[in-house]
């Protein structure tokens, strides 16, 4: 089964994070995608985190007239910080190993922190969602610096996935895993904006489903 595994910490979740998750599932056919919410991720500052249960509940709202999006709480069920490298190989056990982890660029440019990343980006697949004007080169880079080797033994493939732009693949030399890099639609909104909204008393309609909107006016008295 080919799956995509979608992890953050959806603080909260919006519209750019499902309109994301649905063109990356077209371009790679993903029959399912996963939405796994972060109950404690390590890079982030706890003192602006919507509790886990609460950001796991929007999730499920924001996906359920989605038949393709499915949300997993093994990161909540897990005790301790939620790792990524824990949570791929979760999945793998379950769906073997046409298993790929979304993730946007400016996350991946910063994986060289995350637990693991050398192991990581060896035995793990990847999708990286790209803006406009993204430099391959960059992400390049950042996988160069985590696994010590030269760019120059890297292979850099472009195939056309027959939706979108074609996509440019990058095959870790000795590695079983492939990182897929997608130019997708790019939408200026971020959880911390619509938090600030929130705080502001400002309308969040249309940067959220309207279930999330209607959570915050339910819970947040907004």
């Not at 953050?8 to 519209?15: L, T």
């Not at 890099?181 to 400002?202: A, N, P, Q």
Request: hydrophobic content about 40%; some cysteine.
């Amino acid at each position: 089964m080919k799956v995509g595994i979608f992890g953050g910490s959806f603080n909260p979740i919006h519209i750019g994070h499902l309109s994301m998750a649905w063109e990356v599932a077209q371009i790679m056919r993903f029959e399912k995608v996963f939405f796994v919410v972060s109950s404690r991720p390590p890079h982030k500052n706890s003192m602006e985190m919507v509790d886990a249960k609460s950001r796991h509940s929007m999730v499920k709202l924001a996906c359920e007239d989605n038949l393709i999006f499915e949300v997993s709480p093994v990161e909540l069920e897990r005790k301790g910080l939620s790792y990524t490298i824990d949570t791929m190989r979760y999945f793998k056990d379950r769906y073997g190993d046409d298993v790929h982890f979304i993730t946007g660029e400016d996350s991946f440019a910063d994986i060289g922190s995350w637990k693991s990343a050398r192991s990581l980006i060896k035995t793990s697949n990847f999708v990286i969602a790209t803006r406009p004007g993204y430099d391959a080169n960059t992400m390049l880079n950042v996988i160069q610096r985590v696994i010590g080797m030269e760019k120059s033994r890297f292979e850099v493939e472009t195939k056309s996935k027959g939706y979108g732009e074609p996509v440019k693949i990058i095959k870790v030399p000795g590695a079983s895993s492939l990182i897929h890099l997608l130019k997708v639609t790019s939408l200026d909104i971020s959880s911390s904006m619509i938090r600030k909204r929130i705080e502001k008393g400002m309308s969040i309609k249309y940067l959220v489903p309207q279930a999330i909107e209607g959570y915050f006016a339910n819970n947040s008295g907004t």
